[in-house]
Each structure stands twice: as structure tokens, then as C-alpha cells.
């Protein structure tokens, strides 16, 4: 599955107390859209990892989607 990201997105994932915030520009929730949507067409147990050092904001926590069945 290829990943595209829209130019300038921006996106943070923060973790804690039972709960999850990801906060985005437009871009970044587009990007975020577009790649459920991709997702959505693989089979099962296909996954998304983002991170800091692949596509989140500096002090991001981890974040993975999977498709289940």
C-alpha cells in the first residue's frame, strides 16, 4: 500500500490517561482520510505505523491502525 501525504499536513498523536488525541491541519487529516480509505481495500491484518521518524509531529506518541476482520 503506498502512503501519500498532502503537501504541508501536519500531525500529532498523544497518548494518556485512557485516551488518544490526534490533532491535524487539513492536510494532515486529507492525508489521514486518504490512507483509512486505502487501508480499508487490503486484506486483514494490514497496518499503518506512524511515528516521529516516519510521519508525526516531534514528541508524538506511536500510533498503528490494523484491519481486521
Known amino acids: 500500500m ?3 501525504w498532502h ?3 501536519s500531525v ?3 497518548a494518556g490517561n485512557g485516551e488518544v488525541c490526534i490533532s491535524a491541519n487539513r492536510e494532515g487529516l486529507l492525508s489521514l482520510a486518504d490512507q483509512l480509505a486505502a487501508l480499508a481495500n487490503e486484506g486483514a491484518g494490514s497496518h499503518i505505523h506512524y511515528d516521529e521518524y516516519n510521519s508525526l ?3 508524538s506518541d506511536e500510533l498503528i ?3 481486521i476482520n
Open 2 to 4: 503506498k502512503i501519500k
Open 7 to 9: 503537501d504541508g499536513f
Open 12 to 14: 500529532k498523536v498523544k
Open 57 to 59: 509531529e516531534e514528541c
Open 65 to 67: 491502525i490494523e484491519l
